[in-house]
């Protein structure tokens, strides 16, 4: 029986990280990590400080560089930070974040890069560390707030992240990282995007994201990678894109999403001109709740400036199990799957995908898009189409979108202060999240 028992635990979750084909995260725990803590207020930070970034790039500098296995340690506590940090290099180090960092200057950049990282952990032991960016007094003319750059085996985990100026978390490239534990709030503006992330074999999970752009989007390039109970707590909705030119983006699976009414779509992938390909993508066990866009393929997407190239090739990318409505299924369709003419998308399937529109009425349209499983999508040869606007029907499959307490009913302002959330522990309906909030690990 025991035997038996673990063997479907071992079986469940290897097919959880099916699409990892590498172990992601820090290759030490934590513990190994603590063999010397590197304080900042030993480095001349003080609670209260009117700038703590000298001194963490003083504790970085010398403390965490030359001690192998540290952590650089930011205690309890409200800081104000106006010089942003370049960590680079570190091997085996954690950065302990459990104090509360405000943006004060409006240099733009990163509040804090981390860089060649390796076997490295970002987070707060509480739960309750992170960055007030106050976006809405330098509105996309600050600061992003964290960016990882070409790092390996890592992790970011229960931070609380406040209104960027612009973005909240880029991951550019690398390799091996986990995000997750993560509540990530913005306003009710575009520029806001939560997690944008390229590189290969990262797993995001439970994270949420209120704001009024990207959620979590996959960025060129990117491989092996998979997202999950991810909770667009109103927000512009998850994404591909935008791409452009040799996108390279393969073997992604992104499943228990759950957008909730007001974003822009559940999921989109959006490009105008280009080349390269997206490839072998699973996106499976989506809900959504009254977005104005649900399914979305647009590769002649007008917000984007036109790329030189025929269009990026989308292909094998199956849409499963999913379950959502739009605001006004005529105006904009739930299900659109608008490719290039230049680059027809080929074997997209949608299997159980259960959209309708709180109208009671809806469209569908499709141009160029090669695949089964919707009325105007075509079967056969990749020879490009143009439009094909159907009717549709509502599915025999559709039920009323859950619900998650803690929903949204309106976004935030972007002209005054937004308030602090806590980090929640379930990120879709019915399920809780991976991994216990570190708070509730202690003792
Ligand atoms: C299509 O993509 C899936 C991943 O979603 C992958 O398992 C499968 O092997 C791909 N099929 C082909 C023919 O490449
Ligand atoms: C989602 O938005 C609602 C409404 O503004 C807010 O009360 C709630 O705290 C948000 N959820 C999280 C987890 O931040």
């Known amino acids: 029986m025991f035997a038996l028992g673990l063997l479907l635990l071992a079986c469940v979750a290897s097919l959880t990280h099916a699409q990892l084909t590498m172990k992601v995260g820090p290759t030490t725990a934590s513990s190994a990590k603590r063999t010397t803590i590197c304080n900042v207020l030993n480095y001349g930070g003080a609670i209260g400080s009117s700038d703590i970034g000298p001194a963490i790039l003083s504790a970085y500098n010398n403390c965490v560089l030359k001690n192998s296995g540290s952590t650089l340690y930011v205690p309890a506590g409200k800081y104000n930070m106006q010089t942003w940090v370049t960590l680079n290099g570190g091997t085996k180090w954690a950065f302990q974040l459990d104090g509360f960092l405000t943006r004060t200057s409006t240099t733009s950049g990163h509040m804090i890069v981390i860089q060649n990282a390796n076997d490295f952990e970002m987070y707060s032991s509480t739960s309750a560390g992170g960055i007030q960016g106050n976006g809405y007094q330098c509105r996309n003319a600050g600061p992003r707030l964290i960016r990882i750059i070409t790092s390996t085996s890592w992790s970011l985990h229960d931070l609380v992240l406040v209104d960027s100026p612009e973005f909240h978390v880029v991951v550019q490239t690398g390799s091996r990282g986990e995000i997750y534990n993560l509540a990530i709030r913005g306003s009710n503006i575009g520029g806001s995007d939560g997690i944008d992330i390229s590189g290969d074999n990262h797993w995001v999970h439970d994270v949420e994201v209120t704001n009024r752009d990207e959620c979590v989007t996959i960025k060129s390039p990117a491989t092996n990678?998979?997202?999950?109970?991810?909770?667009?707590?109103?927000?512009?909705?998850?994404?591909?894109?935008?791409?452009?030119?040799?996108?390279?983006?393969?073997?992604?699976?992104?499943?228990?999403?759950?957008?909730?009414?007001?974003?822009?779509?559940?999921?989109?992938?959006?490009?105008?001109?280009?080349?390269?390909?997206?490839?072998?993508?699973?996106?499976?066990?989506?809900?959504?709740?009254?977005?104005?866009?649900?399914?979305?393929?647009?590769?002649?997407?007008?917000?984007?400036?036109?790329?030189?190239?025929?269009?990026?090739?989308?292909?094998?990318?199956?849409?499963?199990?999913?379950?959502?409505?739009?605001?006004?299924?005529?105006a904009r369709p739930p299900i659109a799957l608008i490719c290039a003419d230049g680059a027809p998308c080929s074997s997209i399937t949608l299997n159980n995908v259960n959209m309708w529109s709180l109208t009671g009425s809806a469209i569908a349209k499709c141009e160029s898009a090669f695949g089964s499983g919707l009325g105007c999508i075509k079967s056969g040869s990749a020879t490009s189409y143009a439009v094909v606007t159907s009717t549709m029907a509502k599915p025999s499959g559709y039920t009323t979108p859950s619900t998650m307490a803690g929903d949204l009913s309106a976004g935030y302002t972007s002209v005054s202060a937004i308030p602090t959330p806590t980090i929640p522990s379930s990120f879709y309906p019915g399920l809780p999240a991976i991994s216990a909030l570190a708070k509730d690990k202690q003792g």
């Open 225 to 330: 990678m998979m997202v999950e109970r991810i909770w667009c707590n109103q927000s512009g909705g998850s994404a591909f894109g935008s791409l452009g030119a040799d996108t390279a983006i393969s073997n992604i699976v992104y499943q228990n999403t759950y957008t909730n009414e007001g974003g822009n779509q559940a999921m989109m992938f959006k490009s105008n001109g280009g080349s390269g390909y997206v490839r072998n993508v699973l996106l499976q066990n989506f809900i959504s709740r009254s977005t104005a866009y649900g399914l979305y393929i647009n590769q002649y997407w007008a917000s984007m400036t036109p790329v030189a190239g025929n269009g990026v090739q989308l292909s094998n990318i199956t849409f499963k199990n999913w379950d959502g409505n739009v605001a006004d299924g005529v």
